[in-house]
């Protein structure tokens, strides 16, 4: 925590000041003051004037946020250390309340007088921080304003600022300051920031040096609650015990030991909202979502807000007032006559379900599991009440019985659960599952061993029977490091790329981690198709090779027309083809590969072509149609053309030609590497 006191020049050079120096600083200060007042009463036989203060909360929406590695919200801490101090507060001192940023979203204009300066802090102070809630703006130099206004005249006259950032409104906070000593000269102002950086001290800190005041950085509850202590000291609103006697405490309204004491105030006229778990819970401290709405036919929105409590000064009228926590909301109709305190208690009727799940009974908390919750009983396809990806999610549910899963990759367990209002319910079930961590490894020759973080999929088999081949698929994944969690059992896995595969077999036990990483050892094989039919004066066409893994689950895994294309596979047998386009020339062959073993395929092409005419064409009506079939009656060439030329595969082909007079037939024989002409002249 920093005191902060000294110019702004030398700010920055300032080294962070150990805790008893501060006290130190803070216990002189209240001397001086102390020496002054004696002073004062000593010249006049009076005592010096009662202290007035107001002391301003941050009510901004970043007051739900943490300080520091504190677990609790900055409002949490701030609300803890006043009503630790409220107790302490002198009798004659004149208090109030001011907050910034409490009511509405995204609103400069918001700060208010919670609390009017008054005597009878002690009773209403905690109450009134209690009700307040953060969620808009941080108008800081707009709170300061309104405060000194409601206390100006008074002698001596001071304000605690609290605050987790600096104005966020456009204001420049040091103008504003000099404008608020120019009409209440005196006024000293005592600075409590929240964690702040130490750019924003240096913005913050003209406010405490421009009046007279000092300045803390809080970084914890500790320092908060010191900060608190030492500048209510310094505004004389609590005794210093150290140099003053302990004031007796304050006296109570129902404390039947004191009589005469007086009565607690009236409550100001508004609408005081709390909500619970239950009929006999006490009132809640967390926020809750309030939905206030006007009764009548068009139901208009008068506010919405999350807050632990809500008191609202609304124009008389009646209105639809809904409490929401979580999945739970209770709703009243309340009606406010504009001259009275009205109290709305909701009841959520709701518990909190706490679920988390293991591996096994001595496992850690599953990091990521998926838990769905429905209601008990519900019509098959009931979409859930709450889906959630969490280690340990805890949410408030109505109260009833629920079907709650929790299910981490392919293992789920399910059970249903019994919510009762303001009791936690939990669900920790033990998934007797273990957690599978897959890796693969490749590479060519000497290149053996090196991960591959790309282009692998992973694809995990149970047997079964009933499933084709007797292995069913359990679940797949593209990850480069995939990590599965299974019920515990045996498991096929295969790592395929798309050119390559490897296979193992793995036990998972229940808490088991298991760590495997199959090795994708890798043949290069480059193929290379010989022909000999430029010999024969005909030119072949584009060539397409085609890679076929073959065995039981035979799949093509390759095809290109690269020229000279190279494959990286797994070891395994396979078919290699070559054939070349539109004709019924293929080369093929089929070799088994092991691992590591580069290869070169050379696949020769055999062929012949023939050519067909009919030198008597201009003497025979009409157009002529051509097709040749092959041994198993497969058509290879359809044309229109007059004297098509056709690639072939050496062996014999019947030749027809369609003619508007009579279609003819015959029988011919290509050969490897021959040309032929068939000519139909006077057939």
């Not at 009764?295 to 007032?321: F, Q």
């Not at 990759?409 to 009762?420: H, I, K, M, S």
Request: glycine content about 8%; some cysteine.
């Amino acid at each position: 925590m920093l005191l902060l006191n000294r110019p702004l020049t030398s700010l920055c050079a300032a080294a962070v000041i150990a805790t008893g120096v501060i006290s130190a600083i803070a216990g002189l200060g209240s001397a001086s003051a102390r020496a002054q007042e004696s002073a004062a009463v000593a010249a006049t036989g009076t005592p010096a004037a009662a202290p007035t203060a107001m002391i301003i909360v941050d009510g901004s929406g970043s007051m739900w946020g943490h300080l520091g590695g504190e677990k609790r919200s900055k409002l949490e801490i701030v609300r803890d250390a006043l009503r630790t101090l409220v107790p302490e507060l002198r009798a004659q001192a004149s208090v109030g309340l001011a907050a910034f940023g409490h009511r509405r979203r995204g609103n400069c204009g918001d700060a208010e007088i919670v609390l009017p300066p008054g005597n009878n802090a002690a009773r209403n102070l905690s109450a009134a921080v209690d009700r307040m809630n953060a969620v808009g703006k941080g108008p800081v130099a707009l709170a300061l304003r309104e405060a000194a206004n409601a206390i100006a005249g008074a002698k001596p006259a001071s304000i605690v600022l609290i605050a987790d950032d600096i104005d966020n409104c456009g204001q420049d906070i040091c103008s504003a300051t000099e404008n608020l000593l120019r009409s209440n000269p005196g006024l000293v102002i005592h600075t409590v920031t929240l964690g702040l950086s130490a750019a924003k001290i240096a913005h913050m800190s003209c406010v405490p040096r421009l009046t007279g005041g000092q300045m803390w950085n809080a970084t914890d509850t500790g320092t908060v609650s010191s900060a608190l202590t030492q500048a209510m000291r310094l505004a004389k609103l609590i005794p210093d015990p150290q140099t003053e006697e302990q004031p007796a405490p304050l006296a109570h309204a129902d404390d039947a030991a004191q009589p005469d004491a007086p009565a607690a105030p009236a409550r100001p006229a508004g609408v005081y909202l709390t909500a619970s778990l239950g009929a006999s819970a006490a009132p809640l401290n967390v926020p809750v979502r309030w939905r206030i709405r006007h009764a009548d036919a068009g139901g208009e929105i008068v506010k919405e807000v999350a807050a632990p409590s809500l008191i609202e000064k609304l124009v008389p009228g009646t209105y639809e007032i809904e409490a929401q926590l979580g999945l739970a909301s209770a709703r009243q109709t309340v009606t406010f006559t504009g001259d009275a305190a009205v109290d709305a208690r909701f009841d959520l009727n709701a518990g909190v379900l706490k679920m988390q799940a293991r591996p096994s009974a001595a496992g850690a908390p599953l990091a990521y599991p998926i838990f769905t919750v429905t209601p008990a009983n519900a019509p098959a396809g009931t979409p859930p009440v709450w889906l959630g990806r969490e280690a340990g999610p805890e949410i408030v549910v109505p109260a009833g019985e629920y079907t709650v899963t929790a299910q981490s990759g392919a293992v789920q367990q399910q059970n249903t659960v019994t919510v009762t209002a303001a009791v936690g319910s939990g669900f920790t079930p033990v998934l007797t599952a273990g957690r599978l961590e897959l890796s693969a490894t490749g590479g060519t020759g000497a290149t053996q061993g090196e991960p591959l973080t790309e282009g692998v999929t992973f694809i995990l088999y149970r047997d079964d029977p009933d499933a084709p081949q007797g292995r069913r698929e359990v679940l797949r994944s593209a990850a480069a490091k995939p990590t599965f969690m299974l019920p515990a059992g045996t498991y096929h896995v295969t790592a395929k790329t798309a050119m390559a595969e490897a296979r193992t077999q793995v036990a998972v036990g229940a808490g088991d981690v298991v760590r495997h990483t199959l090795p994708l050892a890798l043949t290069r094989v480059t193929l290379a198709a010989a022909h000999s039919g430029e010999a024969t004066g005909t030119a072949l066409g584009q060539i397409t090779y085609r890679v076929i893994r073959l065995g039981s689950d035979a799949a093509e895994i390759a095809r290109t027309i690269d020229a000279e294309p190279q494959f990286d596979l797994s070891a395994g047998r396979y078919r290699f083809e070559a054939t070349v386009a539109d004709s019924n020339v293929i080369a093929a062959t089929e070799l088994t590969l092991g691992a590591g073993q580069e290869q070169r395929v050379s696949l020769p092409l055999q062929s012949g072509s023939l050519t067909l005419k009919r030198a008597d064409a201009r003497n025979v009506p009409g157009s002529m149609f051509w097709e040749i079939q092959d041994e198993k009656q497969r058509t290879v060439l359809r044309s229109s053309d007059p004297e098509p030329t056709a690639v072939l595969a050496p062996g014999h082909y019947v030749v027809r030609a369609d003619t508007a007079d009579r279609p003819l037939l015959s029988t011919v024989e290509i050969k490897a590497n021959e040309h032929r002409t068939f000519d139909f002249t006077d057939q």
